[in-house]
């Protein structure tokens, strides 16, 4: 979700006094070869291996290639902007589920002009982002099956709902209140694999929809029960009623579904009691950000009458899939902030390492190092092992060394006297403990993912136009930065636990024919090949780096993915593979372990400034008179 557009201010006090960050403001470049030359020993050394989006066909023999140079052998498509989405040749994009599908056997149909709490609460949520996918074992006929884990971000309300747009936010009433509450949150589908392509099991034992206002959570972990958690509603601070604004996410090696919440603060509306305790707090959240006006009717949205509520949300969300009656959990030790997403590896100890962005301008990098290992004969066995661990903050230094700073109660400035007085206050407080450690004020730190092959981590920083030429770091070298750059951290030996680590920038996107964009690309780039504005990826099963963009319109062309080369001669090229429909973002990519399909969300189709559910850019996917657009998940495999 573009964070910044609606939100102009950054809530970082380091940044809005003027501070400087911490590395020196002139900009280093590393030398990129020295560089490079200490990681040979962990970089890929790829083949094209047997996947179908880039590698030989199965049973061909793999073709050795110099160090690194990894290719992807489909045909670029060109940059450009229009009503629907494309693939390259050879390739075809199903649409496998849409906003409003049914998931249930008593799913009523789609009526975009009757839209209902109740309806929606059976359907296919709205604005599909992260896309996890849990194999099961093939069914009797020998077909793939799985589970698709969805998170729904928000909704684009006067594009979703009729008659709302003149009089926004007065026509909200109370009912289309709950029909938007109902439309957030999460879908659990299983998939199956016809000789047709990916489809939904309509009424399976596993669908289930997890939405804001409507499903029972438990909070877990050091702020559990934590008095700045208590509400009316909620007097033990230990239950929770949804999960808001869940943008990308993870899945564990156990198999359970992490959802973050991002931008929790859309949803407050008001100000705390004169005095309240917590007004410093929210301001660090940016909270209130009356984007929506849920609290005209509830009074958990409204800060005069549950001061404590905003709290409550900024969590990691793990839901067990497997089990839709199971309980989701808010896990406390990950720290609260504007979650983008929980990628994340098991150490070479065993240990669960989680990586996870802040997404606002001047927020941080995070991981989190679970205390105990991972049990991998017994799922269940890690049922609680994200309540106990260590969470980190990310310095960049100048040298293209960087570490990573705990946030644990008592040590350093993490103190009473600075008004933490427990691991509860340090947790719910994540910003301003980070801000204390002196933590790196990133350009927009989108999703973060590691790759166990490799070592590295990949951080795509979306952009941030408000940094100041005085502002400017060696992590976040360009003042003004309109199309964000993708930053690649080394964590040495592979030890994604270690507390020292290196990085280096891969690319600066925006366009390389631009001199006054300062973007810094591979030349072999080709003209459709670079991006702006990075924010999900993916690492498919060969380990080549896929990033999808939110933001690309700005460079005058639709958003999409890319395929990312990361070592080798190609190192810093992207090619296009994919293009959304006007409006949209692209989120949630997603291979299946086989490598052979690609799951892959397209976000707020024909939304834009003026657009509305009679007036939208698109009626992508379905295009017929009076059906608004969808938020749709596509599955894309290569022909034959
Ligand atoms: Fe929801 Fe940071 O994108
Ligand atoms: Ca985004
Ligand atoms: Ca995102
Ligand atoms: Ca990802």
Known sequence: METGESEDNTSNPRIAAGARTMNE???????????????????????????????????????????????????????????????????????????????????????????????????????????????????????????????????????????????????????????????????????????????????????????????????????????????????????????????????????????????????????????????????????????????????????????????????????????????????????????????????????????????????????????ASVNAENPSANADLLDDGTLYVARFDVDGSMEWLPIVHGHGPLTAENGFATQADVLIETRRAADLLGATPMDRPEDVEPDPRTGSVWVMLTNNHKRKPEQVDAANPRAENLFGHIVQIVEPDGDFTSTRSRWEILVKCGNPDDPSVGADWNPLTSENGWFGSPDNCAIDPSGRLWVATDGNEDTGAADGLWAMSVAGDLRGTGKAFFRAPVGAEVCGPRFTPDGESLFLSVQHPGDGDDATFESPRTRWPDFEDGVPPRPSVLAIRKEG
């Open 25 to 371: 403001i002139i900009e280093i470049r590393l030398s990129r070869r020295a560089f490079l030359g200490g990681l040979t020993a962990t970089t890929l050394t790829a083949t094209t291996m047997s996947l179908g989006l880039g590698g030989c066909a199965k049973g061909e023999q793999s073709v050795p290639r110099q160090t690194g140079t990894l290719e992807f052998d489909f045909e670029e498509i060109r940059r450009g902007l229009d009503t629907t989405h494309h693939v390259p040749s050879g390739y075809t994009a199903d649409i496998l589920i849409r906003w409003g599908d049914p998931l249930f056997d008593d799913s009523p149909a789609f009526d975009p002009l009757r839209q209902s709490e109740a309806a929606q609460l059976r359907q296919f949520g709205y604005n599909n982002d992260y896309l996890g996918f849990v194999a099961l074992p093939a069914d009797a006929a020998g077909r793939a099956r799985g589970l698709l884990c969805v998170n729904h971000e928000y909704v684009s309300t006067e594009l979703m709902l009729p008659n709302v747009a003149e009089q926004y936010p007065d026509s909200m009433t109370a009912e289309l209140c709950l029909t938007e509450m109902a439309a957030h949150g999460g879908t659990v589908v299983e998939i199956v694999e016809t000789a047709d392509g990916w489809r939904p099991v309509t009424g399976s034992r596993y669908n289930r929809r997890i939405t804001a206002h409507q499903t029972p959570m438990e909070f877990s972990g050091p702020a559990a029960d934590s008095p700045r958690l208590m509400t009316n509603e909620d007097p033990t601070g230990r239950t929770a009623a949804g999960t808001l604004n869940n943008c990308a996410g993870g899945i564990t090696p156990w198999g359970t579904w992490l959802m973050a919440e991002e931008n929790f603060n859309y949803y407050f509306l008001g100000t705390p009691p004169d005095g309240h305790p917590e007004a410093k707090n929210h301001e660090r959240y940016g909270v209130p950000a009356e984007l929506f006006h849920w609290g005209r009717h509830f009074d958990r949205y409204e800060l005069s009458k549950e001061p404590n509520e905003p709290n409550r949300y900024g969590w990691i969300v793990e839901v067990d899939p497997m089990d839709p009656t199971s309980t989701p959990r808010k896990r406390t030790a990950l720290g609260r902030f504007k979650h983008e997403g929980a990628e994340n590896v098991i150490a070479p100890d065993g240990r669960l390492v989680i990586y996870m962005g802040d997404d606002q301008r001047f927020d941080y990098v995070y991981k989190f190092v679970s205390s």
